[in-house]
T-cell receptor, first 115, second 108 residues
Framework: EAQVTQNPRYLITVTGKKLTVTCSQNMNHEYMSWYRQDPGLGLRQIYYSMNVEVTDKGDVPEGYKVSRKEKRNFPLILESPSPNQTSLYFC??????????????FGPGTRLTVL | KNEVEQSPQNLTAQEGEFITINCSYSVGISALHWLQQHPGGGIVSLFMLSSGKKKHGRLIATINIQEKHSSLHITASHPRDSAVYICAVREEDNDMRFGAGTRLTVKP
């Protein structure tokens, strides 16, 4: 089944403890992206990747890192999480960059709480 | 001011009503997307547009590039259409920007 998977789905952690949220897609998509969703602010793009070894900052990249060593995986790394990174995170992928012909497929979301 | 504005924020309708959700944007874009977020949180892409109109079942999406405006219409609305509908634009520099969403509730 074609899908985008994220792990973990739920995580409660403490300030400063490094964590990684994994994202994997099995559709051979070139484009992958991370978003966070907060009440009243909607979805905001954190980082995106147009292809392997190519990553770019989105709207709110501060406090996050990403890597794209292989096409299928795009992990989101929080080196020193802080409470303001408590949010719902979505990974998404599309064949190429989202356009009028390229649908984005979203992962199920990861709900992160930083105490 | 958000570059992508949606209206209304909340919408309650009776089953069978015709629904319109609006999206206005202020930046140059290469594409506009309509997304549906289910009550459980999952997000599904409904439409991708750069011009004109697209139809899928009871859903219709239109875009007017000159006016920087898009609408999502739902005909013969049904309670299962209850969800949050999100407008998203891909800017010319590849950033994705999202509206705050419209929460639709369709009552039987």
């Amino acid at each position: 089944e074609a899908q985008v998977t994220q792990n973990p789905r739920y995580l409660i952690t403490v300030t400063g403890k490094k964590l990684t949220v994994t994202c994997s897609q099995n559709m051979n998509h070139e484009y992958m992206s991370w978003y966070r969703q907060d009440p009243g602010l909607g979805l905001r793009q954190i980082y995106y990747s147009m292809n392997v070894e190519v990553t770019d900052k989105g709207d709110v990249p501060e406090g996050y890192k990403v890597s794209r060593k292989e096409k299928r995986n795009f992990p989101l790394i929080l080196e020193s999480p802080s409470p303001n990174q408590t949010s719902l995170y979505f990974c998404a992928s599309s064949l190429v960059a989202p356009s009028s012909y390229n649908e984005q497929f979203f992962g199920p979301g990861t709900r992160l709480t930083v105490l | 001011k958000n570059e992508v504005e949606q209206s209304p924020q909340n919408l309650t309708a009776q089953e069978g009503e015709f629904i319109t959700i609006n999206c206005s944007y202020s930046v140059g874009i290469s594409a506009l997307h309509w997304l549906q977020q289910h009550p459980g949180g999952g997000i599904v892409s409904l439409f991708m547009l750069s011009s004109g109109k697209k139809k899928h079942g009871r859903l219709i999406a239109t875009i007017n590039i000159q006016e920087k405006h898009s609408s999502l219409h739902i005909t013969a609305s049904h309670p299962r259409d209850s969800a949050v509908y999100i407008c998203a634009v891909r800017e010319e520099d590849n950033d994705m920007r999202f509206g705050a969403g419209t929460r639709l509730t369709v009552k039987p």
